[in-house]
């Protein structure tokens, strides 16, 4: 049986919209959440919260088990 994979289809631009979006409902929400991702993750996650250059995006990264604060305005 062949492997079939959820996000097979999936660009990074559609998946840096599906955590734009989820971050838009985190927003209206009024909550305070955690969120806990893997290294490319946190690179969109960051680049909601701050104007990143190409160089930037490519070259982020969170250390293993590294905690960062994001606040909406």
């Given at each position: 049986?062949?492997?079939?994979?959820?996000?097979?289809?999936?660009?990074?631009?559609n998946?840096?919209?599906?955590?734009y979006?989820?971050?838009?409902?985190?927003?209206?929400?009024g909550?305070?959440?955690?969120l806990?991702?893997?290294?490319?993750?946190?690179?969109?996650?960051?680049?909601?919260?701050?104007?990143?250059?190409?160089?930037?995006?490519?070259?982020?990264?969170?250390?293993?088990?590294?905690?960062?604060?994001?606040?909406?305005?």
């Open positions: 049986m062949p492997k079939v994979s959820l996000f097979a289809d999936m660009t990074a631009a998946l840096a919209q599906r955590i979006n989820l971050l838009d409902d985190v927003k209206a929400s909550k305070t959440c955690i806990v991702a893997h290294n490319g993750i946190s690179r969109v996650i960051n680049s909601y919260f701050y104007e990143m250059t190409n160089t930037e995006y490519a070259n982020f990264g969170v250390k293993n088990c590294a905690v960062l604060k994001y606040e909406f305005e």
